[in-house]
């Protein structure tokens, strides 16, 4: 079932994409691996970074059109097929739709693709989002390793939505410790079952935070064309 909080829905699709529903305004994150040929349009689309399970542009087809607001981090300069694009880097900031969308850090410290080479490097420029709607804030952390800027978050994040899987993000056990730093209201695995991890990554961390930090395990949905 979709996640309700205080007026906004989210819906779990697959990876790192979610669909999050707000005043009858959607807003799509990172599609990718899509099982639908077709979903409602959305208002808003927001893309953390260039790789291709992140940025796949026959996924973003299917939830954007002409009109779509597209929120992507630098690194998709250029690379963005349908839409009205906004490049962000981190520190950076957007309104679109009356809605205010910050970009903050996202990278590696611990997840090398070789030695001393991060997958997500830091001067790479990828990013997470901070999506606020209302008094509520979804942060999509993207792909990202438990990082110090993570503490500036603490407080201030309703829903936080993070990578669990390992390999080419946080474990979820420093996606918990990640989590409890935070300190959101509610926390929400992402980023397994499709490339690496599995769904015990996302009980995995649940389970390390009972007690400390209410999780939701969404199962990914389909959604009404």
């Not at 807003?27 to 349009?41: A, E, G, N, S």
């Not at 929400?188 to 209410?214: N, Q, S, T, Y």
Request: aromatic share 8%; charged share 25%.
């Amino acid at each position: 079932m979709p996640l309700e909080h205080k007026g906004v829905r989210i819906t779990y699709l697959e990876h790192d994409s979610f669909l999050i529903e707000w005043k009858g305004m959607r807003i799509y994150t990172d599609p990718y691996k899509l099982p639908q040929p077709r979903y409602p349009v959305g208002d808003v689309v927001t893309i953390s970074h260039e790789h291709f399970d992140h940025l796949s542009p026959d996924d973003l087809r299917k939830v954007a059109g002409p009109g779509t607001d597209v929120v992507a981090s630098a690194n998709c300069r250029g690379k963005i097929p349908v839409g009205r694009a906004t490049y962000l880097s981190p520190g950076s900031s957007a309104t679109v739709r009356g809605i205010e969308i910050s970009a903050v850090p996202a990278y590696n410290v611990n997840k090398f693709s070789a030695p001393g080479k991060p997958f997500h490097p830091r001067d790479y420029a990828g990013v997470g989002f901070l999506i606020r709607l209302g008094d509520v804030t979804v942060y999509h952390a993207g792909d990202t390793d438990h990082i110090p800027e993570m503490r500036d978050l603490r407080g201030k994040v309703a829903v936080a939505l993070l990578p669990v899987s390992g390999t080419y993000v946080m474990t979820a056990e420093e996606a918990a410790e990640a989590a409890a730093e935070i300190s959101p209201e509610i926390a929400v695995p992402m980023h397994w079952g499709a490339i690496v991890g599995d769904r015990k990554d996302a009980e995995r961390f649940r389970d390390l935070l009972k007690g400390k930090v209410r999780v939701e395990v969404l199962d990914k949905e389909r959604v009404p064309g």
